[in-house]
């Protein structure tokens, strides 16, 4: 796993929850080290988390965790601007990298040791997840795509990259629903959390 690293996207503002998301109660801790955890639980060493709104208390509540952080100066720019940031600290002998989200804190270990198995084994160099047939997160892309990474269309982001190299990607069939479930608003959260943990998430 030594060459394979993982940027955690960390730096929206989180309007439409209402609340701010890497922050928020997840089972015995936060929304962020649920992400951290899962990230390091699936092999992976090098880790970096993307932060801008808040940053100061992301890095706080991560201060016992061994992660690098990169800034985004700008909190309402799109997620590319965040992945450039991310790659852009990555180590310069890693192969490739995960890209994960943190509305995306129930994706299991497993699911990221998927994306590496079929990466390592099968030579596919962009991985994305899919449960009964929608697409989800994280994905695992090769750093031969470096470049195109930190050049992102701003607008349509890793889809455009997804797109310009079609007969490159592998989509791959998980068992679990949480790569493509979303924890957008409010609702979606506590959703989420009851799904996860078989009750409500205490102290909000």
């Known amino acids: 796993m030594n060459d394979v690293a993982a940027i955690l996207l960390a730096a929206g503002r989180s309007r439409r929850m209402g609340a701010f998301k890497p922050l928020l109660p997840f089972g015995d801790s936060t929304v962020v080290e649920h992400c ?10 090098e880790i970096t988390v993307v932060v801008s709104h808040r940053a100061n208390d992301v890095r706080q509540q991560l201060s016992n965790f061994n992660v690098s952080f990169a800034v985004n100066p700008d909190p309402d720019s799109e997620m590319s601007a965040s992945i450039a940031f991310g790659v852009e600290q990555a180590g ?21 040791k998927q994306l590496i198995d079929e990466w ?6 962009l991985i994305q997840p899919e449960y009964e047939g929608r697409g989800g997160h994280p994905v695992l892309i090769d750093l031969a795509y470096r470049d195109e990474l930190m050049n992102l269309d701003a607008r349509r982001g890793l889809r455009a990259l997804f797109g310009a190299h079609r007969n490159e990607v592998r989509r791959l069939a998980v068992y679990s629903p949480f790569v493509a479930r979303d924890m957008d608003t409010w609702e979606d959260y506590l959703g989420l ?12």
């Open 120 to 125: 390592q084994s099968e030579g596919a160099r």
């Open 36 to 45: 951290v955890n899962n990230l390091r639980e699936a092999g992976i060493e």
């Open 193 to 204: 959390h009851q799904d996860v943990f078989g009750r409500l998430p205490e102290q909000v």
């Open 92 to 112: 310069k002998t890693m192969k490739a990298i995960i890209v994960a989200l943190v509305d995306h804190p129930a994706v299991p270990p497993q699911i990221v």
